[in-house]
């Protein structure tokens, strides 16, 4: 446990400071060299070529430029083939647009030091794909600055009439990726329809349940006493199990789980439009006594400060662990698929996020925003070709660009039945393997549709999981993506990473029993005296802007 503890300070304590250029960037939009015919020609594909827009582009376009991608590569779609280019989504994507590209994939877990790298070697990629708002320093208006990426407002105005129109149609997503000063700094991955945005929570092996005679847990006492029978007669050596690599009981930062049944969140969150930050408030130590409790009663996995999302695959379908939080595809449809021959009887249930008292609605679950990452996709103002490379991302807001991005090529990947885009066996043989080779429905420069989910979490445990999930408050207590001002993101970079580490540290002492939770009030002391209230005090000033724009 001391390793576990110390794994958890090493990675606590991590944080790559990319290297900004000295250049300032200016707002630029060269002439349209290599743009768009205004004529329509097919595809080398096949396919009709589609107008973007009265004014807009006239797919494919006409030119020989050749574009690079930095893209942060899927580990498992790398073991199949070493580079996107490879796939037949990203094939199809040459023939539509008639734009080629050169994709750079960092190698697995060095993204952050690679594209400081980058940055300091001057050598750009016409296209980055990165979470500006949450993983640059300072944010999009520092990177924007530093010279790293470009201003768009311009060249989205003259180039991108898909996701012009589409943001004039979803105010709620244009507010979610540009600046407090209006400035647009890359394209978007949205989220197309309001079931899209829950996609995780408690899941327990409902067939322990129905053998025990025991009810899908609601609150804090239920979870205690499934929690006990599961280690007493099932014979669970971590009865409860959560993932906590790379961060520290992951799914209970990000989505408020268990947490949230004491009326804090983990971190930041609104309460009556107020920011609070969780750990300062008191409902933060009454947490953290239950898992304590539990953790000495035998309840949580004794691993928790380790386990990663193989060894919490291994411990759901082994016997060893009867509960946590997850995704309802990769966590309760993965572990239902690989079960199904080896133990028919296995049955997962995804249970509605605990509360204390029965009946309450919970305060906090998962919830994505429309546009979850800002503005994901970038282009460097190094870049020959920008024109280019926003009437290639402007291609994925079309009609025929969301198609292509979810479901892939008519006839190979999918089929039209009654006017339902449908997975063929290419992609349905084995979808958490394929559909990544066709498909771009997840984190591409699209409107993610529905209809790739209710296919992608086709099981009716699926579907009955997302339902409860739905059921929480999460609307208005989650912080929307805000956007501070480049100082107020150096300061408060600063003031979280000290901040972060100290939280960490204390939660899994306290959790394993190596610090007490009666020196909750020194903690909290600490927290002060490492500036919190000053944090606060930013994100508020942060979030009052964002309801200004």
């Not at 015919?37 to 396919?47: D, K, T």
């Not at 989220?191 to 409902?206: C, E, H, N, Y």
């Not at 445990?461 to 739905?470: D, K, L, P, S, Y």
């Amino acid at each position: 446990m001391n390793k576990a503890v110390s794994a958890v300070l090493s990675v606590a304590m991590m944080g790559v400071i990319l290297t900004a250029c000295a250049e300032n960037n200016k707002e630029a939009v060269p002439a349209a060299s290599g743009s768009a015919s205004s004529s329509s020609e097919a595809s080398s594909s096949g396919a009709t070529a589609s107008s973007a827009g009265e004014t807009g582009s006239v797919y494919p376009l006409k030119t020989d430029v050749t574009l690079s991608q930095w893209i942060e590569a899927d580990p498992s779609l790398l073991a199949l083939k070493p580079n996107y280019a490879e796939f037949p989504l990203y094939q199809e994507l040459v023939n539509r647009t008639g734009v080629n590209i050169k994709y750079i994939h960092p190698a697995t877990n060095q993204a952050k030091e690679q594209l400081n790298v980058m940055f300091a070697s001057g050598d750009y990629a016409d296209i980055m794909e990165w979470r500006w708002m949450e993983n640059y320093p300072g944010g999009p208006e520092k990177a924007m600055e530093d010279g790293n990426i470009l201003k768009l407002n311009d060249l989205i105005d003259q180039y991108a009439p898909n996701l012009k129109v589409y943001l004039q149609e979803h105010p709620d997503v244009d507010k979610q990726i540009k600046t407090d000063s209006g400035t647009y700094y890359g394209f978007p991955f949205v989220r197309g329809d309001d079931s899209l945005k829950v996609f995780q929570g408690p899941i327990l092996r409902k067939d322990w349940l129905d053998e025990l005679g025991l009810q899908v847990p609601t609150t804090i006492d239920e979870w205690h006493t499934v929690l006990q029978a599961f280690k007493e007669k099932k014979g669970a050596e971590a009865p409860l199990t959560f993932a906590s690599q790379p961060r520290l009981l992951d799914v209970i930062q990000g989505g408020g789980g268990f947490v949230g049944a004491y009326g804090v969140g983990y971190s930041f969150y609104l309460q009556d439009g107020q920011v609070k930050y969780g750990p300062n408030e008191s409902g933060f130590k009454d947490f953290l006594a239950t898992f304590h409790q539990w953790y000495a009663e035998g309840l949580i996995d004794v691993d928790v400060a380790t386990v990663d999302s193989k060894i919490l695959t291994e411990k759901m379908t082994s016997g060893k662990s009867g509960a946590t939080i997850a995704n309802a595809g990769g966590g309760l449809g993965n572990w239902m698929s690989a079960m199904k021959e080896k133990d028919p009887s296995y049955d997962l249930v995804g249970a509605p996020y605990p509360v204390l008292n029965k009946g309450d609605t919970p305060m906090m679950g998962q919830k994505d925003f429309s546009a979850p990452y800002g503005g994901y996709f970038a282009i460097s103002p190094k870049s020959e070709h920008p024109e280019i490379a926003v009437q290639y991302l402007d291609y994925g807001f079309s009609e025929e660009g969301q198609m292509l991005y979810n479901f892939g090529i008519e006839g190979v990947s999918y089929t039209m039945k009654d006017g339902y885009p449908t997975y063929t066996d290419a992609v349905m043989s084995n979808f958490s393997q394929n559909y990544g080779q066709y498909t771009r429905a997840t984190n591409g420069p699209t409107v993610q549709d529905k209809r790739y989910y209710e296919q992608f979490a086709s099981l009716p445990q699926q579907t009955e999981a997302i339902q409860q999930w739905m059921k929480t408050d999460a609307d208005n207590h989650v912080i929307p993506p805000v956007s501070p001002t480049a100082e107020e993101s150096t300061e408060m970079a600063k003031i979280m990473n000290e901040v972060q580490t100290l939280v960490d540290e204390t939660v899994i002492k306290v959790i394993i029993g190596r610090e007490s939770i009666d020196d909750f009030d020194k903690f909290q002391q600490k927290l002060k005296s490492l500036k919190i209230d000053r944090a606060i005090e930013i994100k508020q000033a942060a979030y009052d802007r964002y309801m200004s724009r």
